[in-house]
């Protein structure tokens, strides 16, 4: 127990990188999957199988090997990109894959037939988008958008692993010293535990609220 | 920078020296967690409500951790309380108490997602709820978990890749090595991705076919 209120000022510490890094990633991730899933279902045939290859390829590599090649491919291809951003930047990419499946299966969820309805009472596309579409949508959406912020949560913390001294990269650096691996990943764990837990709460809160005339 | 193709060639064997330890740690992966979410699954939807909690608190736990810190937790912990795992073990430890959770979600999705008629209209025609469940609600609820499970398999097989962390030594692991050793990390990490895709699609191919092999026509 010693050891771990020793540690807790440098967990403390990676904790703050974990929170930045996940907090831009699920930012950068949802940008992305919004462009993505607008493409995928309004892009030209074109712009649709450029992003059809795309998920694909997203949804059968690791994404530990995508931030490896990152790591080492792109210094030779004299690209400087600093750690903190480079990890960021492939996070967010990798799983604006999956946001853009829980973007395009909301939006898809939405029968024809509130188009034609909404149509037929005279509304404009932009219109029947906001608050005919949307407005059904984002109920759908909310539950598989928080699941997959909560995988985004946990992803960050392969980051540790090409060096960003995040909550388990401190973590693995104080058992290394101390050889107390249960406190301290048990705090590390804990650390995620509650992030996660927290945002799935969060999210059900928010689906009660949202659905509360529905 | 030139992408040197030809180094494919030379690059494949090296890694495909791993591809033993990632399919079966895969393989082993995948075919525990599924068969451990079916004792995690009757916990949850036990009748007995400390039963059903624990398992919840279970599911909770394991879901919301990183599977990182999983391996991590078990690999070095059992180290440091005098029964050291190997790395293989450790990992697929954490895989299948990650995944099995994972499973055992998927497969109360599929038993909810059968209509509450069916084991009625079982059960009028005089069969026991007991029997009632096994011959109608079960077999339509295991085909409505092979998509679920078929994608999660696909996690299973990406997330074997962390297991290269604890000095397993599969090919994520090899690409790695090779990567330090030779200057041609590009051509390495492409052919890994190749290795990843094909895996995964012969999986989820093989699991598609499943689905339409037990369709119900």
Redesign the interface.
Known sequence: MDVLFQALPQLAKGTVTTLYLAAASVVLSTVLGLVLAILQLYGGIILRALVEIYL??V???????ML??MY??LP???IRIEPNSGGIVVIGAYFAAFMAEVFRGAVLSVPRGQWEAARAVGLRTPRILLDVVLAQATRVAGPPYINTC?MVV??T??V??IGLMDV?YV??QI?ERT????EI??A??LV??T???AL?RLGRYLESRVNYAY | MAVDFTFLTRVAPALAEGLTNTLTLAAAAIVLAAAWGVPVVMALLSRYRTVSGLAQAYVEVVRNTPILVLMFFIFFGSGFAGYPLSGFVAGLIALVLQNGAYAAEIYRGGIRAVSQRMPEAGMALGLTPRRSFGLIVLPIALRNVIPPLSNQGVMVIKDTSIAATISVAEITFKARLLADSTAAVFEIFFTLALFYLAITAIFSGAMRLLEWRVRIA
């Open positions: 694909y390829i949804r059968g590599v690791p994404l530990l090997v490896f090649t080492y491919a030779y291809a004299n909560i946990k992803g913390s392969l540790s692993i388990t973590g693995k058992v050889l107390a691996p249960f990943f048990g590390v764990a995620y535990f992030l996660c837990f799935s």
